[in-house]
C-alpha cells in the first residue's frame, strides 16, 4: 500500500471508523503488522468489524473476471456498516494492482468508480446505508 493510502487508513481507524483494506495477496501480515506497529490493536480491531482485511482479488474478481454490476453490490456490503458497532464512516483502500494483470476494459473500471461515485451521492442523502462510502481507489 502506498504511504497515502495508509495514511488514509490510519486517520480513519485513529477516529474509530471503520477501515476495509483490499491489498495484494501475501500482503496481508505486512499490513497488519504495520498498524500494530502504530499502536492498533488489530485483533480486536477485526473483532469489532472496525478492520476489514481482504486479498483484493478475492474482492474484484469473480472467476477470475471483473464484473462491475457485482463489485457495485460488493462495495455496498464493505461499507454498508452492518458490522457491530455501527460505524458511521467506512473508507474502503484498495490496491489496485490486480488490474494489471487481468487486464479489465478500462471502460469497465471507469464505469465502476462513477456509478461507486453516484451511490456516493445518493446514500449520503437518504440513509440508505448506515455508513458512508468513500472508496480510495489508487491506480
Not at 33 to 45: K, N
Not at 96 to 124: C, E, H, N, S
Amino acid at each position: 500500500m502506498i504511504a497515502d493510502d495508509f495514511a488514509c487508513a490510519h486517520r480513519s481507524f485513529r477516529r474509530g471508523h471503520k477501515v476495509v483494506l483490499l491489498v495484494n495477496p501475501g500482503d496481508e501480515d505486512a499490513h497488519l503488522s504495520r498498524l500494530r506497529c502504530e499502536g492498533f490493536d488489530t485483533e480486536s480491531a477485526q473483532v469489532s468489524g472496525q478492520l476489514e482485511l481482504r486479498r483484493n482479488i478475492d474482492a474484484y474478481l469473480r472467476e477470475r473476471r471483473f464484473d462491475q454490476n457485482w463489485m457495485v453490490t460488493e462495495f455496498e456490503g464493505l461499507a454498508g456498516g452492518n458490522a457491530p458497532g455501527g460505524f458511521l464512516f467506512s473508507r474502503i483502500v484498495c490496491q489496485m494492482d490486480w488490474a494489471g494483470d487481468v487486464r479489465p476494459k478500462v471502460t469497465d473500471l471507469i464505469a465502476f468508480d462513477a456509478r461507486i461515485i453516484d451511490r456516493l451521492d445518493q446514500y449520503d442523502h437518504t440513509g440508505l446505508l448506515n455508513a458512508r462510502i468513500e472508496p480510495e481507489v489508487r491506480r
